[in-house]
């Protein structure tokens, strides 16, 4: 009788993963209704939520990979998949965020990616394409959405799930910072509503993301697979085209 074979780590489905793709997308296209109808700007402070739980899922995926194997194939299409999604998106998030000085969110999740790939595999190469991808965020920190500090997120929540206990503080601290405005600043000095749920929420979120990680799903969730990546492009063009015809 041969052998039966088990399953990798990284070939399980993780039904608390694709909880937090849900999620993340839900409150994303919360966020962006905003412009669609303005009245509705309070679906911001949820959609300080969607970075850090995509971010999350980054992190979680890589953690889930054999240390030190960074050039497989999975992780070239990994790779592969969001350059050529980060270009694809570029004409629709330009077309609905018409003025934009920014690139779309695509470009910062793919460098927070290789800079995880840096502090997991700990080789010479995942190093060296780690520090590259720093320094490109650095250099590009005024247009990539989020900036340096974005890009350094995945890499945060990465360290906070091998871990647990204070350093779940460090991907909070770094989500805080990277949608910390002086008008929001000074609101929160002032005890405003909406500045102190902005901050809060951007606080909470990857922390409310790293224990719902943890948690076993009592229902099925509908896995999130490579049309994922597709999600991100045709929810603007969709958006793009209610936002015309409500005119």
């Not at 629709?92 to 927070?112: A, D, E, H, I």
């Not at 720093?134 to 990539?144: Q, R, S």
Request: with cysteine; net charge positive; hydrophobic share 55%.
């Amino acid at each position: 009788m041969a052998d039966e074979q088990v399953p990798s780590p990284s070939s399980i489905r993780n039904g608390s993963l694709d909880l937090i793709k849900w999620l993340a997308m839900l409150t994303m296209v919360m966020d962006h209704l905003r412009y669609i109808w303005p009245e509705a700007n309070g679906l911001y402070v949820p959609g300080r939520i969607a970075f850090p739980f995509f971010c999350l899922a980054i992190a979680a995926n890589v953690a889930r990979s054999r240390v030190g194997d960074v050039f497989t194939a999975g992780n070239a299409r990994y790779l592969v998949w969001l350059l050529l999604f980060a270009a694809l998106s570029e004409v629709p998030y330009r077309s609905y965020f018409y003025g934009t000085t920014s690139l779309n969110v695509l470009p910062t999740l793919l460098l927070g990616l290789v800079i995880a790939w840096g502090v997991h595999h700990q080789t010479r190469e995942a190093y060296t394409m780690a520090l590259v991808a720093a320094a490109l965020a650095f250099v590009l920190d005024g247009p990539l959405m989020y900036g340096f500090i974005g890009a350094l997120v995945p890499a945060a929540l990465l360290v906070a799930i091998r871990q647990p206990g204070l350093l779940w503080l460090l991907p909070a601290a770094l989500c805080v910072l990277m949608n910390v405005r002086d008008h929001l600043l000074s609101g929160v000095a002032s005890y405003q509503l909406y500045p102190i749920l902005v901050l809060a929420t951007a606080f909470v979120a990857p922390l409310f993301g790293l224990w719902l990680l943890r948690q076993s799903t009592k229902f099925n969730v509908w896995p999130v697979r490579r049309w994922g990546y597709l999600f991100y492009p045709v929810h603007l063009v969709i958006l793009q085209v209610v936002r015309i015809a409500t005119l």
